[in-house]
């Protein structure tokens, strides 16, 4: 158990942390797959790090398996000569204090190692194309009415899009957690 938790949170704080390969490690210090592992998690990516890193946090004996040479799937750069790719996710939200990413880092310790900074809701990103250029927002209500002033022709389906999108979000959230 002790193993096993020092190994998850080990990976989960050097992904977090350094988002870079982890150096080779012995066989020596990993754990032997011959032991018994309460729970055994398929993939090194963010959610099984931190599904990981959580269960052992919590006292279960874990071991993940990951194919790749890195851990962190979506969450690491990787390099193909002389460029380097950016395969990792761009927003990650709920990250300030009392929301979810949180409470979750803090759960295992990690809060004030793993900081973010909020996005401004004015604009975070943009899109330019022939005849537009759209700076993205954040909040459901506010570009909806921005896109349909853009776009009014379809402003119905883009209504539609953003009831069944903030329903979705509204789900997820209704979800228990138990990072409280």
């Known amino acids: ?12 704080r050097h ?3 350094h988002r870079r390969p982890m150096p080779p490690v012995s066989n020596s210090v990993l754990p032997a797959t011959h032991e018994h592992y309460d729970f055994a ?14 269960l052992a946090n919590a006292g279960h004996k874990v071991i993940i398996f990951e194919q790749h040479y890195v851990p962190g799937g979506y969450g690491h ?5 002389r460029f380097s790719f950016c395969a990792e996710l761009h927003y990650v939200w ?12 803090a759960k295992l310790g990690l809060e004030k190692q793993v900081t973010f900074h909020r996005l401004d809701s004015n604009g975070f990103d943009r899109i330019v194309a022939p005849g537009i250029d759209y700076t993205i927002g954040s909040g459901f209500e506010r570009e909806c009415q921005r896109l349909s002033v853009l776009f009014p022709v379809h402003a119905g389906n883009l209504k ?6 903030t329903s979705l979000h509204k789900q997820l959230y209704d979800l228990p957690i138990g990072f409280s």
């Open 1 to 12: 158990m002790i193993i096993a938790h020092l190994f998850v949170k080990t990976i989960v």
């Open 15 to 17: 992904v977090l942390t």
């Open 41 to 54: 998690i398929i993939g090194m990516g963010i959610g099984g790090l931190t599904l990981g890193a959580l």
């Open 77 to 81: 750069t990787f390099r193909q000569g």
């Open 94 to 105: 709920d990250c300030g204090p009392g929301e979810r990413v949180y409470q979750m880092l």
């Open 160 to 165: 539609r899009y953003f009831e069944i999108v």
